[in-house]
């Protein structure tokens, strides 16, 4: 006996079902297929990034994350680290700056911060950082320089940076202005250290390969 129409149709329409279920069982537990951009080894602050620097490892990340990385190593060749660079670790081009972006003469000051003040004594020759502002009572702070380049962090006679001390960092920035910025700051208010966030090391040891 041939089967009617409504049993070919709900037959159909069964089997499509399973292929659908089949389909998204696939999805889930399928290999990221995005891929990033990571250092394929360490890199100091202040590294100007070769070819050889950058791989692409695949890794699933969330949207708001993955937005801020690249695919792109082109984009980042030429430019300078702003932090240290771990092996595999992802590269976000909001971390890296061009060479020598600093115009004009430049000038060197120094600022004697808490360790809560300097990313808890965390700073390294080279790194990257914005100088923030803040006054006793104020609940907003100001930045008053931007992009300024690390040059020495040293410890102070009150402590040393595994200890509870003052540190004294010395940084450049890019011109007078902003030196009148950050002593004026300075004499007023809490000075305060912020740098960009390194990206996150890949759990895959496929980064170290070149795309």
Same mark, same amino acid.
């Given at each position: 006996?041939?089967?009617?129409?409504?049993?070919?149709?709900?037959?159909?329409?069964?089997?499509?079902?399973?292929?659908?279920?089949?389909?998204?069982?696939?999805?889930?537990?399928?290999?990221?297929?995005?891929?990033?951009?990571?250092?394929?080894?360490?890199?100091?602050?202040?590294?100007?990034?070769?070819?050889?620097?950058?791989?692409?490892?695949?890794?699933?990340?969330?949207?708001?994350?993955?937005?801020?990385?690249?695919? %792109?190593? =082109?984009? #980042?060749?030429?430019?300078?680290?702003?932090? *240290?660079? &771990?092996?595999?670790? $992802?590269?976000? /081009?909001?971390?890296?700056?061009?060479?020598?972006?600093?115009?004009?003469?430049?000038?060197?000051?120094?600022?004697?911060?808490?360790?809560?003040?300097?990313?808890?004594?965390?700073?390294?020759?080279?790194?990257?950082?914005?100088?923030?502002?803040?006054?006793?009572?104020?609940?907003?702070?100001?930045?008053?320089?931007?992009?300024?380049?690390?040059?020495?962090?040293?410890?102070?006679?009150?402590?040393?940076?595994?200890?509870?001390?003052?540190?004294?960092?010395?940084?450049?920035?890019? %011109?007078? =202005?902003? #030196?009148?910025?950050?002593?004026?700051?300075? *004499?007023? &208010?809490?000075?305060? $250290?912020?740098? /960009?966030?390194?990206?996150?090391?890949?759990?895959?040891?496929?980064?170290?390969?070149?795309?």
């Amino acid at each position: 006996m041939l089967p009617n129409g409504r049993a070919v149709l709900g037959g159909f329409l069964i089997a499509a079902s399973g292929v659908g279920l089949f389909a998204a069982y696939q999805q889930a537990h399928a290999a990221p297929v995005d891929k990033f951009v990571v250092a394929t080894h360490p890199l100091a602050p202040g590294d100007v990034i070769e070819r050889a620097d950058l791989g692409l490892a695949p890794a699933e990340l969330p949207p708001e994350m993955a937005g801020q990385l690249t695919d %792109d190593w =082109r984009s #980042l060749v030429g430019k300078e680290t702003t932090a *240290a660079v &771990g092996q595999n670790q $992802l590269l976000s /081009p909001a971390s890296v700056v061009e060479p020598g972006n600093i115009d004009g003469p430049a000038r060197r000051v120094s600022l004697e911060l808490s360790r809560a003040s300097a990313l808890d004594g965390d700073l390294e020759s080279g790194a990257v950082v914005d100088v923030l502002s803040s006054t006793e009572g104020d609940s907003e702070a100001t930045v008053v320089a931007k992009r300024s380049r690390v040059l020495a962090v040293n410890a102070d006679s009150t402590g040393d940076l595994g200890q509870l001390g003052s540190l004294v960092v010395t940084i450049e920035v890019a %011109d007078e =202005r902003a #030196l009148a910025a950050i002593v004026g700051a300075s *004499a007023s &208010g809490k000075m305060t $250290l912020a740098a /960009p966030t390194p990206g996150p090391a890949t759990s895959t040891n496929s980064g170290s390969g070149h795309g």
